[in-house]
T-cell receptor, first 118, second 114 residues
Framework: AQKVTQAQTEISVVEKEDVTLDCVYE???????LFWYKQPPSGELVFLIR??????QNEISGRYSWNFQKSTSSFNFTITASQVVDSAVYFC???????????????FGIGTKLQVIP | EAQVTQNPRYLITVTGKKLTVTCSQN?????MSWYRQDPGLGLRQIYY???????DKGDVPEGYKVSRKEKRNFPLILESPSPNQTSLYFC?????????????FGEGSWLTVV
């Protein structure tokens, strides 16, 4: 089973529509972190947010918001009033401790490609 | 400027010809890692390093070697590249080796093995 599942491989929306990118994770740890990264067409990976497992408060940053629900093991990402510049691949990632030594192991989902059509 | 720098950015090479992709970070980060990105598979970890002289395998280490002789550098070595190693490679670093450290990525290296 995948540790991080992004079931939507590609999404297309018309500009100004809201869009939610789903992320479901799997872990046996009680302490873990979740991330979202953006990969625009230029290819670099841009950090968007980090959330630890003890903080279920939703977060909003401008047009971006994140909904973390431990009960469903989900960390979904919503873009409000989407813009063409939001077109990118978005990755969700899970940081857990390794079995040996407690160092961090980060597992990424396969990504969701978002296309915002003008 | 805080950054992770990897070179070369683009490379076409032939099967079996040893190559090294360098990675350097100027943030004094403990943790460094290499990922490869392939269509439909997302980012998969190749190797990671918790500190100088401490490295461990990620999910897809076969065909790769790494070393961490200095804190800032973490080169990825392909001793005998094969076409299935054609991919986009990312070096990354994080302030701490413990969980939760934000991962900062280099700009990526496009590698083609023919």
């Amino acid at each position: 089973a995948q540790k991080v599942t992004q079931a939507q491989t590609e999404i297309s929306v018309v500009e100004k529509e809201d869009v939610t990118l789903d992320c479901v994770y799997e872990t046996r740890d009680t302490t873990y972190y979740l991330f979202w990264y953006k990969q625009p067409p230029s290819g670099e990976l841009v950090f968007l947010i980090r959330r630890n497992s003890f903080d279920e408060q939703n977060e909003i940053s401008g047009r971006y918001s994140w909904n973390f629900q431990k009960s469903t093991s989900s960390f979904n990402f919503t873009i409000t009033a989407s813009q063409v510049v939001d077109s990118a691949v978005y990755f969700c990632a899970l940081s857990e401790a390794t079995d040996s030594g407690g160092y961090q192991k980060v597992t990424f989902g396969i990504g969701t490609k978002l296309q915002v059509i003008p | 400027e805080a950054q992770v720098t990897q070179n070369p950015r683009y490379l076409i090479t032939v099967t079996g010809k040893k190559l090294t992709v360098t990675c350097s970070q100027n943030m004094n980060h403990e943790y460094m890692s290499w990922y490869r990105q392939d269509p439909g598979l997302g980012l998969r970890q190749i190797y990671y390093s918790m500190n100088v002289e401490v490295t461990d395998k990620g999910d897809v280490p076969e065909g790769y070697k790494v070393s961490r002789k200095e804190k800032r550098n973490f080169p990825l070595i392909l001793e005998s590249p094969s076409p299935n190693q054609t991919s986009l490679y990312f070096c990354a670093s994080s302030p701490r080796a413990a969980i939760g450290g934000t991962i900062y990525f280099g700009e990526g290296s496009w590698l083609t093995v023919v």
